[in-house]
């Protein structure tokens, strides 16, 4: 391929699932000269970035950073790091993610039971309770914001409970977090994971994660080494902590990304910006409702920043979004899983979540369905 090639990526507005739009102050940073995973200007960097994401994540805990990968690496991360093999596991399923986190937990060799849910609703928090106390597993796994359905799962009576059986919280913040009230420690949140790419408004390629004492506890007791020997944060916490020592290099020009991104996080500020999410959400809701288009979630439980709704009658899914694509630049995402050609999945994530964009699809949209 010819490196002119390239000048001809076109500009999009990325209203899907993930990845969103990138401000132009994040690019930037990333473009800034590469310097050595252990240059102490970069090491100051880390820890800053540690500290940034303490802030979004609403927490004190030691143990947080990026791991290096996507928001699967950072679920594979936590899996297989608090769990052994023969450990049982409680996964909570009801869309695409929860079903992921299972496999996850499944490979680390755990017991997995699962409780499951219809696709766009929640669970009772009475409901995960009542299974932790039955099960009596290791690990309680949910997913916050599940992007493939839109719903919004409340959580924050679960770290409580999970507590009171001696099982450790684990939550998927992916979607939720920026974008959404994630607080890790009033919640009591014992582990969670997130992505760069949803609602921090940052490229793919860090997966931010948060663990408590009672997490480190749990990995500090295992009887058998991780079986990932990538994600092994007995050994990565040692170069995100006081010895710096070497274990992987780091991306260092993502985490220059990652950086900025969260500067202005928390610059615009955390209740701002959540309030933001709920005012586009309202004002896209609002619009697509004349136009007879329905949520596929629980209206009681919708998240701000993915409106799961269902394909107009008579309309052709894949045709509809080529032509927002290639008419107007604008992505939006289709159905995934139980959903996958009856629903499109609009993003309002971060950056992208803003009046301009919102009326932008809005008149996209009623001249696409005519
Ligand atoms: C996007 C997403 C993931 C996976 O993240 P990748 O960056 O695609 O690996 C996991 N969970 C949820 C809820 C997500 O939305």
């Keep these: 391929m010819r490196s002119e090639t390239y000048n001809h990526i076109p500009e999009r507005v990325l209203m899907g699932p993930g990845p969103s739009d990138v401000p132009a102050r994040v690019l930037e940073a990333m473009g800034r000269p590469t310097i050595g995973h252990l240059d102490p200007f970069f090491l100051s960097l880390m820890d800053q970035v540690a500290q940034r994401l303490r802030a979004v994540f609403c927490t004190t805990n030691a143990m947080t950073l990026a791991v290096s990968g996507t928001g699967s690496a950072g679920m594979e991360t936590l899996a297989a790091n608090l769990l052994e093999p023969a450990d049982r596991a409680l996964i909570c399923i009801n869309g695409v993610f929860g079903g992921r986190m299972r496999d996850v937990a499944e490979r680390c060799g755990a017991q997995v039971e699962t409780i499951e849910k219809p696709w766009g609703s929640v669970f009772d928090q009475d409901e995960v309770i009542d299974a932790m106390r039955r099960v009596g597993p290791k690990l309680v796994g949910i997913v916050h914001a599940e992007t493939s359905t839109g719903a919004h799962q409340p959580i924050d009576r679960l770290?409580?409970?999970?507590?009171?059986?001696?099982a450790l919280l684990m939550v998927d913040c992916v979607t939720s977090l920026g974008?959404?009230?994630v607080r890790v420690d009033q919640w009591q949140i014992d582990a969670a994971y997130s992505g760069t790419q949803k609602c921090l408004s940052c490229p793919p390629g860090l997966s931010p994660i948060t663990l408590g004492d009672r997490a480190v506890e749990a990995i500090d007791a295992r009887r058998s080494r991780v079986q990932s020997w990538y994600l092994d944060l007995t050994?990565?916490?040692?170069?995100?902590?006081?010895?710096?020592a070497y274990h992987h290099t780091a991306p260092i020009n993502m985490l220059y990304a990652l950086h900025e991104a969260l500067g202005i996080v928390l610059e615009e500020g955390l209740e701002a910006r959540w309030a933001r999410h709920v005012e586009m959400h309202e004002r896209l809701k609002a619009g697509l409702a004349p136009m007879g288009i329905d949520y596929v979630s629980d209206p009681?439980?919708?998240?701000?920043?993915?409106?799961?709704?269902?394909?107009?009658?008579?309309?052709?899914d894949a045709a509809a979004r080529r032509r927002l694509l290639e008419e107007y630049g604008l992505e939006i995402g289709g159905g995934l899983g139980a959903f996958k050609g009856s629903a499109w999945r609009i993003g309002l994530m971060g950056h992208a979540a803003t009046h301009r964009n919102v009326d932008l699809l809005l008149a996209a949209l009623s001249r696409v369905l005519g």
């Design 159 to 166: 770290g409580a409970a999970a507590r009171d059986c001696g």
């Design 179 to 181: 974008g959404a009230p």
């Design 235 to 244: 050994m990565v916490r040692h170069y995100w902590g006081a010895d710096r």
């Design 300 to 316: 009681a439980h919708s998240l701000p920043m993915l409106n799961a709704v269902g394909v107009p009658k008579g309309v052709d």
